[in-house]
């Protein structure tokens, strides 16, 4: 998906759901014509530049050519950023990719890249030199990451909502892909309600009773999940705690609703 053809691609059903960094706020969930899940990742915007361009700070970017992508709201954001912070002389190019971004910075024709934090890390990791590009210290905004599913749809919107609270609250308890099976003989009836094993959820949203224990046996609990993707041990190290992607009980404000 790109950040134009996300949208449409959810509203005409060529694809069930869409995660691919959108943010939610009002103005976009009142508008548009899809529903949005329950937030699974906070970010904020930020801005990378070369190592060899010296600069260290957003103010630095008097005169400088900063690109963006086309059709999402870091366009309007960085815009604001720039006339906000009396960085004088710049121009805002903007591309359909993140890969078209990405080699606008490279060769050269844009001095800095604006988009999503998290974004940046996985550009920058994943370049074949990752210390030959600096992310700037500043965030900007908060962007609250939502997957989006097809309106009036409520049955599937339920289902990928608890989902997602399903795996935080498996985080929350300490129940991983590799201690599933001992989790399942656990004598807390919570617990076995939770995976499956004596009673479950899964009428409610017309599935298995076993869908949890099945997503945590295939993939993890969401911090697995993290770790995997994101976390210390990958090109992107994104730490987790004491960041609003934590639990609660971490310093974080990810959390599950309550399931019993």
């Given amino acids: 998906m790109t950040d134009k053809s996300r949208f449409n691609a959810v509203q005409t059903g060529q694809v069930d759901i869409v995660y691919a960094h959108t943010s939610l706020f009002a103005s976009r969930a009142a508008a548009l014509a899809v529903d949005f899940l329950p937030p699974y990742f906070f970010d904020g915007g930020g801005v990378m530049v070369t190592a060899a361009s010296g600069v260290k ?3 630095d970017l008097s ?3 900063i690109c963006t992508t086309q059709g999402s709201g870091s366009e309007a954001t960085i815009a604001q950023e720039v ?3 009396n960085i004088t002389n710049t121009k ?6 993140s890969e078209k971004l990405f080699s606008a910075l490279t060769s050269g024709r844009c001095n800095a890249m604006y988009t999503d934090k998290s974004a940046l890390a996985a550009w920058r990791g994943n370049s074949p030199k990752s210390s030959d590009y600096v992310i700037l210290p500043e965030t900007l905004g908060v962007a609250p990451f939502a997957g989006i599913v097809v309106q009036n749809d409520p049955e599937w ?3 990928m909502s608890w989902t997602l609270y399903a ?3 498996a985080d929350d308890w300490g129940i991983t892909s590799t201690n599933l099976a001992e989790m399942q003989k656990s004598a807390d009836p919570s617990i076995q309600k939770f995976l499956g094993v004596n009673g479950g959820f899964g009428a409610d949203f017309h599935v298995s009773d076993s869908f949890i ?9 969401y911090g697995e999940i993290y770790d995997r993707s994101l976390g210390p041990k990958t090109p992107l190290f994104l730490e987790r705690d004491k960041t609003p992607n934590a639990l609660p009980k971490n310093g974080g404000i990810l ?3 309550l399931w019993l």
């Fill in 57 to 59: 700070s957003i103010n």
């Fill in 63 to 65: 005169g400088a050519a």
């Fill in 83 to 85: 006339k906000a912070r």
């Fill in 92 to 97: 805002i190019l903007t591309f359909d990719t």
């Fill in 157 to 159: 919107r339920k289902l």
């Fill in 167 to 169: 795996l935080l609250q």
């Fill in 213 to 221: 224990s099945d997503m945590i046996k295939a993939v993890g609990n």
């Fill in 255 to 257: 959390y599950s609703i």
